[in-house]
């Protein structure tokens, strides 16, 4: 029987699981950061095209309006 405590595999095993872990972790925490990023911009992207389409149309409506061209 073998003991918890002593290790089968030899320090170029961890290395390499190592690794391969921190390679998980990179890409998960990318995808994570990913995700969160389209969340905000779904939650905020009809207020801001809401907000960006009023400020256009007072850049156009106004000086027309001003200028009494309509």
Do not use: C, H, W
């Given at each position: 029987?073998t003991?918890?405590?002593?290790?089968?595999?030899?320090?170029?095993?961890?290395?390499a699981?190592?690794?391969m872990?921190?390679?998980?972790r990179?890409?998960?925490?990318?995808?994570?950061?990913?995700?969160?990023?389209?969340?905000?911009?779904m939650?905020?992207?009809?207020?801001?095209?809401?907000i960006?389409?009023?400020?256009?149309?007072?850049l156009?409506?106004?000086?027309?309006?001003?200028?009494g061209?309509?």
């Open positions: 029987m003991e918890e405590g002593t290790q089968t595999a030899g320090p170029i095993r961890m290395t699981i190592n690794k872990m921190d390679s998980i990179y890409k998960a925490q990318i995808l994570a950061r990913t995700n969160k990023l389209e969340s905000g911009i939650a905020t992207g009809i207020l801001g095209f809401a960006g389409l009023i400020i256009v149309m007072l156009i409506l106004v000086p027309v309006i001003a200028l061209l309509i």
